[in-house]
């Protein structure tokens, strides 16, 4: 499943920040973050600037304390828009105008990535303006030594002097500024674990294993509660796992199906997999995996070839022992 997501990040075409209506109401907090709406301002200097405008809209700020070793991180929206968020760290922007608005994930490092990183997407009169930053620097532009300084239970990011770039026109934009948030909730949905326990409940990692489909070393991590997902992962180009080539993240839900035998005739369980956000974008994308627990190791699906997953008939017909998932 880690190995698929990477896949679909590169070819999915239909990546952008999805609609919703707007949705102010706050309940009672259960994850200990610390949402609300916010006060500051963030401030923009660059050429794109002649299509942004100088300053974001801010509105809300959605908030996700980090979950096993998946990273702190926030989304921010503008003010007519909305973040949605389901335990155990997902959260979902809702963009209430599909021509005009932003979002933005901050993302801060955690003990497994060690990379701090911004994902935005600026929607001006229904065209679309993507940027993105890493620290240490991976495949876009490095976001400056100490450039973000995230503190989720404290209420408050700075950034100074941080840099992004546009991922289509490689321009930059610099974002400089504050903001503060109050309250507490999560724009609109805090509640509940998502569903009901699975087997695949909690925190499954995988530890610098080699990915032939990309070429790349891969390590990463996918937490399951209820019938929700998430995950991050990091993709580097040396066989020990010290030079990042690109970081992703997704989240979404899931539904256990029938059990089969594979093609080489070991049990394993059909998994319907929907993603509701990737790197930040919000969207909805339903792809076929199968999953095989053997103790305390996870098997997905081998998607290389005819049968990639993107339709129940391509549902794969086998496991992928060479890259397993561990429990944590």
Request: include cysteine; hydrophobic fraction near 30%; charge should be negative.
């Amino acid at each position: 499943m880690m190995k698929l997501l990477a896949i679909l990040l590169f070819t999915l075409s239909i990546v952008g920040c999805g609609g919703g209506s707007s949705n102010s109401n706050n309940p009672v907090d259960t994850n200990e973050n610390t949402s609300g709406n916010t006060t500051g301002i963030l401030t923009l200097s660059g050429d794109d600037t002649t299509i942004v405008g100088t300053q974001l809209d801010t509105g809300y700020v959605g908030t996700s304390l980090a979950a096993e070793l998946q990273p702190d991180y926030i989304a921010i929206v503008d003010q007519a828009s909305s973040v949605t968020f389901t335990p155990p760290n997902l959260l979902t922007p809702n963009i209430a105008d599909p021509n005009n608005g932003f979002v933005m994930v901050v993302m801060d490092d955690s003990p497994r990535s060690g990379i701090k990183g911004i994902s935005m997407s600026i929607i001006v009169q229904g065209s679309k303006l993507d940027y993105a930053c890493t620290t240490p620097v991976a495949t876009f532009i490095e976001c400056g030594t100490n450039s973000i300084a995230l503190d989720i239970p404290n209420k408050i990011i700075t950034f100074d002097n941080a840099t992004v770039i546009n991922t289509d026109t490689n321009t930059i934009l610099t974002i400089d500024g504050s903001l503060t948030w109050s309250g507490n909730g999560n724009g609109g949905n805090g509640g509940g674990n998502g569903g009901t326990v699975t087997e695949l409940e909690g925190t499954w990692s995988t530890t610098c294993l080699y990915d032939d489909y990309w070429g790349t070393y891969d390590t990463g991590s996918i937490t399951f509660s209820g019938n929700t997902f998430s995950s991050f992962g990091v993709e580097y180009s040396d066989s020990a796992c010290t030079v990042v080539d690109e970081s992703y993240s997704s989240s979404g839900t899931f539904a256990i199906g029938n059990s089969m035998i594979t093609s080489s005739g070991v049990s394993a369980n059909e998994v319907d997999v929907t993603l509701l956000t990737m790197d930040g974008n919000n969207f909805t994308y339903t792809y076929y995996d199968i999953f095989r627990i053997d103790s305390d190791r996870l098997y997905f699906g081998d998607t290389d070839g005819e049968y990639d997953g993107n339709s129940v008939a391509k549902r794969p017909i086998d496991l992928d022992f060479s890259y397993p998932s561990t429990r944590d």
